[in-house]
């Protein structure tokens, strides 16, 4: 577990970012932030203590992430079985904290040292869709890790997701939890032909096999699996409706392309096994 205050630090964290607790009147570099004073004096100092202080507002160029990512690679203790683990004992409800690692340790893995390219798609970077500028509160990305949600829509929030899983002791995983990962593949491999990602989400919902789950925390555990392709995905088939709740990779799959199992061995190495 990464902290032993854990239960008494997501408390104190829902008491500010709840969402009527808006601080319309302050701003940090054009974000809102959030009222702090219904934090007691022992809360405010647990949170200082475990670098989680509320509005903490960080301000990041495309190079300045790009050059902080690159050197967190270098130095790191995570790895491709520390953070397929940390994935693993996510799925089973343990700690919902657990689950972005992975995905984020994908993206920090296959960057390389380049200049801004814009895209003509969107405002960020073709190459590895960071943005020119980023600013955002680091606590309030990684309270939301906390609460069992994966996202690949904001890279920039992976940096703090791993240099705070980096402090993480590495885990072990039960043959109890590795077997919840072989069920979830299995009822992915069940689909039929024409399943969509939302049809998909909502069997895995019928069979209850994601504890500690809500329909978008399910959609970040199978996006996990999208980005690491164990669930493979056309990304040319423009299967993205124009308002989902889900976007590429994971809207690129159908029921027929199943699961990726020499993938998933790869990825997730204690399932090989």
Not at 177 to 197: N, R
């Amino acid at each position: 577990m990464p902290y032993k205050n854990l239960s008494k630090i997501l408390q104190s964290l829902k008491t500010v970012y709840s969402n009527d607790n808006t601080d319309y009147s302050k701003k940090y570099s054009g974000e809102i932030g959030y009222k702090t004073d219904g934090l007691s004096p022992d809360e405010a100092e647990l949170l200082r203590q475990h670098n989680l202080q509320p509005n903490n507002f960080q301000t990041y160029s495309h190079g300045d992430l790009v050059s902080a990512f690159l050197k967190l690679r270098d130095t790191t203790s995570l790895t491709w079985m520390s953070c397929s683990r940390f994935f693993i004992k996510g799925l089973s409800g343990e700690l919902p904290r657990y689950r972005q690692t992975l995905m984020s340790f994908h993206f920090m893995s296959g960057l390389e040292n380049h200049a801004f390219m814009p895209s003509k798609r969107h405002a960020n970077c073709d190459i590895c869709s960071l943005p020119l500028k980023s600013v955002f509160d680091r606590t309030h990305a990684l309270y939301t890790y906390y609460l069992g949600h994966s996202w690949n829509e904001t890279p920039a929030h992976f940096l703090a997701e791993l240099e705070e899983a980096s402090t993480f002791e590495a885990p072990e995983v039960t043959r109890e939890q590795v077997e919840k990962l072989s069920s979830l593949l299995q009822a992915i491999s069940d689909a039929s032909q024409d399943e969509t990602p939302g049809q998909l989400e909502k069997r895995i919902a019928s069979l209850k096999l994601l504890p500690k789950t809500d329909k978008y925390k399910r959609y970040g555990i199978l996006q996990t699996l999208a980005v690491t392709g164990v669930m493979p995905g056309d990304l040319d088939s423009g299967n993205q409706p124009a308002r989902s709740d889900i976007v590429h990779p994971l809207a690129g799959w159908r029921g027929s392309m199943g699961v990726d199992y020499d993938v998933a061995s790869t990825i997730f190495p204690d399932f090989a096994h």
